[in-house]
T-cell receptor, first 112, second 114 residues
Framework: AQSVAQPEDQVNVAEGNPLTVKCTYS??????LFWYVQYPNRGLQFLLK??????LVKGSYGFEAEFNKSQTSFHLKKPSALVSDSALYFC??????????FGAGTTVTVRA | NAGVTQTPKFQVLKTGQSMTLQCAQD?????MYWYRQDPGMGLRLIYY???????DKGEVPNGYNVSRLNKREFSLRLESAAPSQTSVYFC?????????????FGSGTRLTVV
């Protein structure tokens, strides 16, 4: 069965500092990996995805993620965090069928 | 604007009451999904429909039924609501046939069962 784990419930960073949100995955085949962001009282918004190809994937709002097959990780990164990046972030995985499995989510707080 | 529309946005039910959550997408997507979001548990798949005319159970289907009315609409029904079904419900859709594009989510329905 496919699954993802987000080991940190919360991440706190100062504005301007690098931001990393961790995600590890488990699938039986080749993974399709996604990051979504959720702002308060809103639906989830797609940030980026890894299907195949380059291990560094660039997405919306200056975010990027690095796929590491040997460590089965797909960490989300932003070089310089903004206060407006404060939100709930979800990692998700799919291993070939249509269904996404989501992690429990990581709350990011960026302080001014 | 194109996207996924969910109604209602908020609902309070008494235990044992029934209701249907509506979802419609105007992106000509084949696949549609219903998830519930609970604190600390992420999103859990209730039911999904890979294409018009097909539906399948997800991770937590008990207490729910679905209907894929046509390609645009995918409804979720609670026949006899229970307090454990208090949650935020999200509908999502995805196009297929052009690669893996990721889901588009609706804005959610916040349901409270008292």
């Amino acid at each position: 069965a496919q699954s993802v784990a987000q080991p940190e419930d919360q991440v706190n960073v100062a504005e301007g500092n690098p931001l990393t949100v961790k995600c590890t995955y488990s699938v039986s085949g080749n993974p399709y990996l996604f990051w979504y962001v959720q702002y308060p009282n809103r639906g989830l918004q797609f940030l980026l995805k890894y299907i195949t190809g380059d291990n560094l994937v660039k997405g919306s709002y200056g975010f990027e993620a690095e796929f590491n097959k040997s460590q089965t990780s797909f960490h989300l990164k932003k070089p310089s965090a903004l206060v407006s990046d404060s939100a709930l972030y979800f990692c998700a995985v799919r291993d070939g069928d249509y269904k996404l499995s989501f992690g429990a989510g990581t709350t990011v707080t960026v302080r001014a | 604007n194109a996207g996924v529309t969910q109604t209602p946005k908020f609902q309070v039910l008494k235990t044992g009451q029934s209701m249907t959550l509506q979802c419609a997408q105007d992106m000509n997507h084949n696949s549609m999904y219903w998830y519930r979001q609970d604190p600390g548990m992420g999103l859990r798949l209730i039911y999904y429909s890979a294409s018009e005319g097909t539906t399948d159970k997800g991770e937590v289907p008990n207490g729910y039924n679905v209907s894929r009315l046509n390609k645009r609409e995918f409804s979720l029904r609670l026949e006899s609501a229970a307090p454990s079904q208090t949650s935020v419900y999200f509908c999502a859709s995805e196009g297929t046939g052009t690669g893996v594009s990721g889901y588009t989510f609706g804005s959610g329905t916040r349901l409270t069962v008292v």
